[in-house]
Each structure stands twice: as structure tokens, then as C-alpha cells.
């Protein structure tokens, strides 16, 4: 997921990579990719994050499972406590939408964390 997002973050004169960025990747129960969308456009230190939003295209799309990914202008790719509150919030949400929210990504151009690959996930569900 991390190299199809890093093309998306890196593409010339397409997003302003100054600002926080929120993605959704969505997916059918077997993995497959029914999409990637921009959710929200934030500052250089935040994106703000509405659940309804976030959840709006897995619905109408049909997505089973979906991914968060959101940047880091800065570069750092420690999850701030904003961070953690809204991945917790969304996966509740989740539970309720029947909708797996399977791992949340945080990307800079050079690299990035998975919370599932950090056990932070399991430690939120």
C-alpha cells in the first residue's frame, strides 16, 4: 500500500504535500482495491476528520475493509495522540458499518509506520 500511496503523495502539482492529507483505501472482503479517495485536505499540522465522511464511500462502494493513510508534513512518523483517538473512534464506527478498518498508514515521501505492523491497532481494537 505504502508504494502505491508514496506515487499519489509525490505526484507533481496534484496535492499541495505542505498539508495533511487523508486517504481511504477501500476493499472487498478478498482484498481487492475498489478504490482510493481523498477524504479530507487539512492544515501543515492537522486534517480534520468526520466520521461520516470517512465512511461515506465505503458504503455507497460497497467496501468491506478499508485503509486509512494520512501524511506527515513534517516527516515524523510517530502517531499523535490525535491520531490514535480518531483511528480508535473510526474503528468503532466500523464495527457498527459491518466495515473492517484493517490498518491506518502514516506516509511521508521517504517512509512510513503501519499501525497493525506496530501492534498499535491490536492495542486500539
Not at 480518531?86 to 464506527?93: A, Y
Amino acid at each position: 500500500m505504502y508504494s502505491i500511496m508514496q506515487r499519489v503523495l509525490l505526484r507533481d502539482n496534484q496535492i499541495n504535500q505542505e498539508k495533511e492529507h487523508l486517504w481511504m483505501i477501500g476493499m472487498n472482503q478478498a482484498g481487492y482495491i475498489l478504490y482510493i479517495k481523498l477524504i479530507a485536505l487539512g492544515s501543515y499540522k492537522s486534517v480534520d476528520v468526520e466520521p461520516m465522511n470517512v465512511f461515506r464511500v465505503a458504503v455507497m462502494k460497497n467496501a468491506s475493509r478499508v485503509i486509512l493513510v494520512h501524511n506527515h508534513p513534517s516527516g515524523s512518523l510517530t502517531p499523535s495522540d490525535a491520531d490514535k483517538d480518531i483511528t480508535d473512534r473510526l474503528i468503532q464506527v466500523g464495527r457498527i458499518l459491518n466495515i473492517d478498518l484493517i490498518d491506518h498508514l502514516i506516509i511521508t515521501p521517504k517512509s512510513y509506520i503501519s499501525f497493525r505492523s506496530t501492534k498499535l491497532m491490536d492495542e486500539l481494537e
